[in-house]
């Protein structure tokens, strides 16, 4: 994923203007899409299996709000922040501290289970992931937005 912390990238409310929305690749523009990064971020935590189900049931039921609004860029940022709830969550699962990468830029083996909470955390936003993912609103909206 590019690092997306450099704040925002795009002077655009995609909201307004779906149609310059990009789906891109993971999780690109979860940290620079707006109005969805605003709405999305705050919901979101990993810290523990509690603080992960309360997120990604506030994240789905946004998901759902953009859905019945038929709001593909809402819906795909949605899904966006519950895969790399997954994956946040699953790196602290397989590696101590989330360091994936020695001092000399090496990748680390992974251990199973490094830490058994963030684990339980990424299942659950696994489940809702896979819930959007598996959506066929969901599939049929991005096959649309594709094809514009």
Do not use: C
């Not at 922040?81 to 397989?94: E, F, I, N, P, S």
């Amino acid at each position: 994923m590019p690092d997306d912390s450099g704040g925002p990238e795009y002077d655009v409310d995609f909201r307004e203007n779906p149609d310059e929305y990009e789906i891109g690749h993971g999780e690109e523009g979860v940290f620079k899409v707006e109005p969805y990064k605003s709405e999305l971020l705050p919901l979101w935590s990993y810290a523990d299996e509690e603080s992960a189900e309360d997120a990604a049931e506030a994240i789905y039921g946004r998901y759902e709000e953009y859905r019945e609004n038929d709001d593909f860029p809402g819906m795909d940022m949605a899904r966006k922040y519950l895969q790399m709830g997954y994956t946040r969550a699953m790196r602290y699962a397989k590696y101590p501290g989330g360091t994936k990468y020695g001092d000399d830029g090496e990748e680390l083996e992974p251990e199973e289970w490094a830490d058994e909470e963030k684990r339980e955390a990424a299942l659950v936003f696994e489940e809702h992931w896979e819930r959007v993912r598996e959506d066929e609103r969901y599939r049929d909206a991005k096959e649309r937005h594709r094809d514009q």
